[in-house]
């Protein structure tokens, strides 16, 4: 069992800058794949971001490239996104998630633990 926990969202106004944490609960947070997910009224969940466990490599949604930096702290058992240059089609609830598939996975059907989100809300 893994207990995911985000922080970090809030109200910002559009070209500012956000950063959301994961913190899990357990001792084999370092061999989980983690991901980034989020659903914006009315839409579907969709995916953001990724970082796989050791030797990590990343992912991003086209949406997100250039703007967005996922990264981990696998001694914090933290997962991290900085968000730049946010937008207000960037407003959603972020929700992270843990997979133990090896690779950096795009699929949300490949992640079976979630975190409950975080709002970030992203005012023109």
Do not use: H
């Amino acid at each position: 069992q893994v207990q995911l926990v985000e922080s970090g969202g809030g109200l910002v106004q559009a070209g500012g800058s956000l950063r959301l944490s994961c913190v899990a609960s357990g001792r084999t947070f370092s061999s989980y794949t983690m991901g980034w997910f989020r659903r914006a009224p009315g839409k579907e969940r969709e995916f953001v971001a990724v970082i796989s466990r050791s030797p990590t490599r990343t992912n991003y949604a086209d949406s997100v490239k250039g703007r967005f930096t996922v990264s981990r702290v696998n001694t914090a058992n933290t997962v991290f996104l900085q968000m730049n240059s946010l937008k207000p089609e960037d407003t959603a609830v972020y929700y992270c998630a843990s997979s133990p598939t090896p690779v950096a996975t795009m699929n949300r059907n490949d992640y079976n633990y979630w975190g409950q989100g975080t709002q970030v809300t992203v005012s023109s």
